[in-house]
């Protein structure tokens, strides 16, 4: 090899390096680009969906509060006495009852469910109110108890619960109290905006 051609081959590969470089980053900028199109997309949406709500509630077409709960797993400590059994979640709050579907058991269960149960504003105002969540077996057998406190949930804020129940499972919980969508979604899209 000579010297020039050694020069030459190190600045193709100097030249190479600098266009997947440029490759790289126009792919990053193009993919963030979409990003931004769909957040204005859905913001766009969501001020629509706004519109709608607001000109309901100005009719007094308000929707009833309601508490709704996303279940999203449980870790349960001794994973051998789960096996070969089915188990879901059960909420109760204000006389109403709400359960997740039946998967079986193992170390890590995962529900990602969202189950919702109407409940008046007065359930709220007392102190001592709270959401009873349940682990239930197939044969109707409820595993233990859990009394998750509401008096957080009175200004729509997404909650986040994980409940240690005495069996050794922790199940963790979205609890949210919404009594206006409308004023819940512009909360979200003056949060949106705020961000752009």
Same mark, same amino acid.
């Given at each position: ?56 509630? !100005? ?38 009852? !709400? ?7 193992? &170390? ?13 504003? &007065? ?5 001592? !109110? ?67």
């Amino acid at each position: 090899h000579t010297i020039p051609s050694m020069v030459a081959a190190h600045e193709s590969n100097q030249v190479d390096g600098e266009l997947q470089t440029a490759r790289s980053v126009l792919s990053a900028f193009d993919r963030y680009d979409q990003e931004v199109k769909s957040l204005v997309s859905l913001r766009d949406t969501a001020q629509a969906q706004l519109h709608a709500l607001a000109d309901k509630e !100005a009719q007094g077409l308000e929707p009833e509060p309601q508490l709704v709960v996303r279940i999203v797993e449980a870790v349960v400590d001794d994973a051998s006495r789960v096996h070969g059994q089915r188990f879901r979640i059960t909420v109760r709050a204000g006389g109403q009852e !709400a359960s997740s579907r039946w998967q079986p058991g193992s &170390e890590m269960i995962i529900w990602k469910e969202t189950v919702s149960m109407l409940l008046p504003p &007065e359930t709220l105002r007392n102190p001592a !109110a709270a959401v009873q969540v349940d682990i239930m077996t197939e044969d109707g057998r409820s595993l233990g108890s859990f009394p998750e406190p509401l008096s957080e949930l009175r200004q729509q804020q997404l909650v986040k619960r994980r409940c240690a129940f005495p069996c050794g499972w922790r199940v963790l919980l979205l609890l949210q109290w919404v009594h206006s969508p409308a004023e819940l979604l512009r909360g979200h899209v003056v949060a949106f905006e705020r961000s752009e």
